[in-house]
């Protein structure tokens, strides 16, 4: 069993549509917790970061741990067309320990 | 301000072929890491740097594999006698140590191809 579990999708949406993308994981001992974004042939990008349980809002996206139930959410509101990318969720243990563990990602396309 | 820049961008190699990857990171980061990501999956950590120590290996990282980073600039990772199964995407990523967010910072990879 992986750490971290993510739905590999693919996932398609109309553009505006509002975009839900999950992980869950299995060591109770992360305490950071990221979504990367990566675009075809290029390196992943920090989208997202929170600390412990809670939610954090940047524009369109939304974060949200819940570590009683070791998962991890991140919400994508009005969905545009360059929102289509891989999303790789992502955690580390605390301490500036930073060996960062990924999920498989989830590739989604919005369609105008 | 240029990024983490790796080279080359692809290797086309034979099995059984040696091949090296150079990763330049962003200048005032310290910690240096490569991950390795196969079609469909997310990145899977291989081995990370702290200016020139190489403080942890995954049990990926066989034999065949060696990464250095002298005097705590620039990074090679060499794979010997490559095999088709080492064929992948090869991330560099770089770090600050009061990061604890744990944003890295990755390059655009080298493509590793084995015939």
Known sequence: ?????????????PEGAIVSLNCTYSNSAFQYFMWYRQYSRK??????????????????FTAQVDKSSKYISLFIRDSQPSD?????????????????????GTKLQVIP | DTGVSQDPRHKITKRGQNVTFRCDPISEHNRLYWYRQTLGQGPEFLTYFQN?????????????FSAERPKGSFSTLEIQRTEQGDSAMYLCASSL?????????????????VL
């Open chain 1, 43 to 60: 390196g992943p990008e920090l989208l997202m970061y929170t600390y412990s349980s809670g939610n954090k809002e940047d524009g369109r």
């Open chain 1, 84 to 104: 289509s990318a891989t999303y790789l969720c992502a955690m580390t243990l605390s301490g500036g320990y930073q060996k960062v563990t990924f999920g498989t």
């Open chain 2, 97 to 113: 140590t009061d990061r604890e967010n744990g944003e890295l910072f990755f390059g655009e990879g080298s493509r590793l191809t």
């Open chain 1, 1 to 13: 069993q992986k750490e971290v579990e993510q739905d590999p999708g693919p996932l398609s949406v």
């Open chain 2, 52 to 64: 020139e120590a190489q403080l942890e290996k995954s049990r990926l990282l066989s034999d065949r």
